[in-house]
């Protein structure tokens, strides 16, 4: 007897069709003169917006920082989760996009004592979730507090950085993390591109260079004596130079961590809802273990002391 049921499409595969139907009611309403645009001309326009609300967030408060990296560690552990279910592993997406979500929320109100409440909080949530739910298994909850611990965890640090200066140019100098991260692309692309001879990682990034992975550092590190005209505090040009120089190292890790994690299950891009550059947690990546490194150099240095 034939199965005259209809064939039911996978999650992905739903995924792939909404997400096409989107980009196709997108590009109904696009103006002619924007269509047809060539792969470098989306990803310049995507680019320039994720800049433009990076930066006006960063500059305008406390508050406006809090709103953009909850958002933004909400999205980028769900796109890890979404990874993580293509390659047969069941983590609680819910209770980690929640917790990565929360964790700059209550750094802002906080500071670290809000950020461990919500982490035990998580971890408590998780410990019931494992002991009620019996298809669960420990690989699923590893993977549940580690992706919200990466994404969240890690941008809560850059607002755990901007409270801590209580002077009139703290938006700046939590700024220039992202600005060492955007030359380091930028540096590491250009010279990449031009002179770029010996693979860096051919089985984990086959694009990056060594040539471009030594300009990006040296971009990255360049960029952080910019903090040397900020009038209300003063930084050593060695202790830039070295922070430059390590927050561009991680920021490279995180790039490469990341591309292993896509490899591992089969992704080009961790998403879609950055065109021209993929999901969002393709654009964050450095981002994350860079502000990491960052925050930890500084505090470390004595120019902040978290609280």
């Not at 003169?33 to 305008?60: C, E």
């Not at 909850?141 to 580690?146: A, D, E, Q």
Request: charged letters at 15%; glycine letters at 10%.
């Amino acid at each position: 007897m034939k199965d005259n049921k209809q064939h039911t499409p996978s999650r992905r595969e739903q995924c792939r069709q909404k997400a096409k139907r989107v980009k196709e009611i997108a590009y109904a309403k696009t103006p002619q003169k924007f269509k047809n645009a060539s792969s470098f001309q989306i990803r310049l326009r995507t680019g320039v917006i994720y800049v433009a609300v990076a930066v006006s967030t960063i500059l305008a408060g406390n508050f406006a920082t809090m709103a953009f990296l909850s958002i933004t560690a909400g999205l980028c552990a769900a796109e890890f989760y979404y990874m993580l279910r293509n390659d047969a592993k069941m983590p609680n997406e819910w209770i980690g996009v929640i917790g990565a979500a929360l964790l700059p929320i209550a750094a802002y109100v906080q500071g670290l004592k809000g950020m461990m409440g919500v982490i035990l909080a998580i971890m408590l949530v998780l410990t019931v979730w494992y002991v009620f739910w019996r298809r669960a298994r420990i690989a699923d909850v590893g993977g549940s507090i580690f992706g919200f611990l990466y994404t969240g965890g890690q941008l809560a640090g850059i607002m755990l950085l901007r409270r801590s200066f209580d002077v009139e140019w703290a938006g700046f100098i939590v700024l220039v993390i992202f600005i060492s991260i955007w030359a380091n692309d930028v540096g590491a692309y250009l010279i990449g591109r031009t002179f770029g001879k010996h693979r860096l990682a051919p089985h984990t990034s086959p694009n990056k260079t060594w040539e471009g992975f030594i300009a990006g550092l040296v971009c990255s590190a360049l960029s952080w004596c910019l903090l040397l005209f900020v009038p209300d505090v003063h930084f050593h040009v060695v202790h830039l130079l070295l922070i430059g120089f390590v927050a561009g190292l991680c920021g490279v890790l995180g790039d490469l961590c990341e591309s292993r994690i896509k490899r591992s299950v089969g992704f080009k891009d961790s998403g879609t809802i950055m065109p021209g550059h993929g999901g969002l947690f393709d654009r964050c990546d450095s981002l994350m273990t860079a502000a990491t490194a960052s925050v930890m150099l500084l505090t470390l240095l004595g120019y902040v002391q978290l609280v």
